[in-house]
């Protein structure tokens, strides 16, 4: 795109020239010439492209420009309140002009014009964020679809699609779709994630493929079997204790102190420690802002660049320099550790640019760690939340496990009604509820009936695709059989994608399959699980937040030691 000088030396006399030979009471004059100029800025530049990234060089020259007529004005002698009333003035007429024109031409001229929503959010995505500031992104977007149906208008360039139709067509493997624009949010942080350039991300992706790969898997496992043994221990003691325990924290602490394994071949140390570590601590504070923000990605980029020291993203650059620090370690470290930095690693060292690399690096480490736990920990959550309130698919786990090793992966993935308890948990709450935003290729789309005009976004909420009453029976109630014994429950399952499909789908899905269920296998063959006492699960929903991953409120269970 190009860009348009906003401020230099030349603009600078020039308005002073303008402004000495001008009497004052042209102000009227400056100000339509100013408004001429937002309907121009619009038409003729911010119409086209994306400018996301630019934001906050767009915000520092305005800024400027405003600062230079205001300065102009006092050199030619105006007192310091006229001077500030009248750049007020032109630099209000200028706004008050382009903003006219962007609502205008969005509400009456844009491409996605015919499509129904709320009028206010073809406008701005301020309402968006206004209205999922709890992070309930995910039942803002149900209430919507029950008003509006399957395509609704969610933002100025954005469609919300909830019909099973979506997810093949933006993710299929012949999908021209792309990441979109969101996917810029944590800019300039460089991760495989985050890279919305195809050729890129490919590239990026064959590094990480062999991170995942049969023999890299099977060195990990014995390590996450470590932990989870780990795990089952402390809830052993508490147990006896008869304790309640706060799953919640458990699983986090769990699944985390394995991804710092996997990352940086150490792990936070919490289900030792049995509390938080101080950088995940700052990890979580920065990401409750992904929700309420996702909407607005623009601003993130004014945060993170304009204002570096605001609570919250200083936190996320206090969380980065940590893994910057835990990745140099890492690349210092002797022995062969099986881990999926080793991989990262070893591919920067054979083009011989670790040097370089060193910020992929760091983002690749942060995303691993975001990606491999909130999921998994979320998952595990809700399922013993489910499987608390259900004990009768307890004892058909328990009967299921009897006689085989469930140390043994190979022999737990064929375990039916197993995987059938974690298929049905991530359908019916996924961890990715709304996330996942794609961009149409520039000639658009057909999905179901519908064409999607180009470039435009694609939001296609897991949590409400896996609640439609047109693709499952009894669409709301968690039915294991749906996926064994009672296939007739599942009418549509194009919208069932919990690890996603094609170039983008999740590279760690088999890691995380394992280590679910094996975990699953071990409480529950040690196990009973129930309620604490005046546990409802109320406050796990209540405070069930979505930012990108789900963030689950605190559920309190007991376990009894089978004997
Ligand atoms: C219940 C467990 C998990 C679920 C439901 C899940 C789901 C997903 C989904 C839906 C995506 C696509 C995200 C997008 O469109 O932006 C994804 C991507 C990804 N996941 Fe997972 N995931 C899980 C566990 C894991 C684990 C354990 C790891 C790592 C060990 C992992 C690493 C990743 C990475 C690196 C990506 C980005 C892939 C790319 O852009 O090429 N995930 N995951």
């Known amino acids: 795109m190009p860009s348009i000088p906003l401020w230099n030396g030349s603009v600078s006399s020039c308005a002073s020239n303008l402004l000495a ?10 100000c339509l010439g100013s408004a001429f100029l937002g309907v121009f800025s619009h038409q003729a530049v911010y119409i086209r492209g994306e400018w996301h990234l630019r934001a906050p060089r767009l915000v520092q020259g305005y800024s400027l420009v405003a600062a230079a007529i205001f300065g102009v004005q006092c050199r030619l002698g105006t007192d310091v309140v006229t001077s500030l009333a009248r750049t007020g ?3 209000g007429s200028y706004a008050a002009a382009l903003f006219s024109s962007i609502i205008i031409y969005r509400r009456f001229f844009h491409r996605l014009r015919h499509f129904p929503g709320p009028p206010i959010a073809s406008l701005t995505k301020f309402w968006h964020v206004w209205k999922s500031r709890n992070g309930q992104n995910h039942l803002l977007l149900e209430q919507l679809h029950e008003k509006y149906g399957p395509v609704i208008r969610t933002g100025p360039e954005e469609l919300t699609i909830i019909d099973p139709a979506v997810m093949p067509a933006v993710d299929g493997f012949r999908s021209e779709c792309t990441k979109a624009v969101w996917y810029d949010m944590l800019h300039p942080t460089t991760a495989l994630n985050t890279t919305r350039d195809k050729p890129a991300h490919d590239a990026r992706r064959r590094i990480w493929d062999r991170g995942f790969s049969p023999k890299a898997l099977a060195a990990y496992e014995g390590r996450v079997q470590e932990y989870a043994v780990v795990l089952s221990s402390r809830i052993d003691e508490l147990a006896r204790q008869g304790a309640r ?10 699944t985390l102190d394995v991804m710092g394994e996997f990352a940086f071949g150490r792990s936070f140390d919490m289900l030792r420690d049995e509390e938080w570590h101080y950088a995940v601590q700052l990890l979580r ?4 802002l992904v929700g309420p923000f996702s909407p607005v990605p623009w601003l993130a980029q004014i945060g993170f660049k304009l204002l570096p020291g605001m609570i919250y993203v200083r936190d996320w650059f206090a969380m980065v320099k ?21 991989w990262l690693i070893q591919a920067s060292l054979e083009q011989n640019s670790l040097q370089q690399d060193i910020d992929w690096l760091t983002g690749d480490a942060l995303t691993l760690i975001i990606a491999g736990s909130d999921t998994m920990a979320a998952t595990l959550v809700l399922m013993f939340y489910e499987l608390a309130r259900t004990p009768y698919h307890q004892e058909l786990l328990l009967s299921e496990f009897r006689g085989i090793n469930i140390a043994d992966r190979h022999r737990l ?17 996924p961890t990715l509820m709304t996330g996942g935003y794609r961009q149409a290729p520039p000639q658009g789309i057909t999905i179901g009936n519908t ?36 296939p007739e429950l599942v009418k549509d399952n194009r919208g069932f994608s919990p690890f996603a499909l094609g170039r983008y789908n999740c590279v760690g899905k088999t890691v995380a399959m394992s280590e679910m269920r094996y975990i699953t296998a071990l409480l529950v063959t040690r196990f009973e699980v129930f309620f ?24 309190e269970l007991q376990f009894r030691r089978r004997e």
Not at 21 to 30: A, D, G, I
Not at 285 to 288: D, F, Q, Y
Not at 458 to 473: H, K, N
Not at 536 to 548: C, I, M, V, Y
């Open 21 to 30: 030979r001008v009497p004052m009471s042209s102000t009227t004059q400056l």
């Open 89 to 91: 003035l032109i630099a």
């Open 245 to 254: 325990v706060n799953v919640t924290d458990w699983f986090y602490w769990f």
């Open 285 to 288: 504070k920065a990401m409750s």
């Open 322 to 342: 940590f893994c910057r620090g835990r990745m140099d370690e890492r690349i210092q470290m002797k022995g062969d550790k099986p881990d999926v930095a080793h």
């Open 413 to 429: 993935q064929y375990c039916a009604h197993l995987n059938a308890c974690l298929n049905e948990t991530m359908r019916l709450h």
């Open 451 to 486: 064409y999607i005009p180009g470039n435009t976004t694609i939001v296609s909420p897991r949590y409400s695709l896996g609640r439609l009453e047109t693709s499952y029976e009894q669409a709301t109630e968690w039915i294991p059989e749906r996926w064994t014994t009672r």
């Open 532 to 555: 604490a006492p005046g546990e409802t699960g109320q406050r796990l929903f209540e405070d069930l937040r979505d930012q990108f991953t789900a963030s689950p409120g605190r559920l």
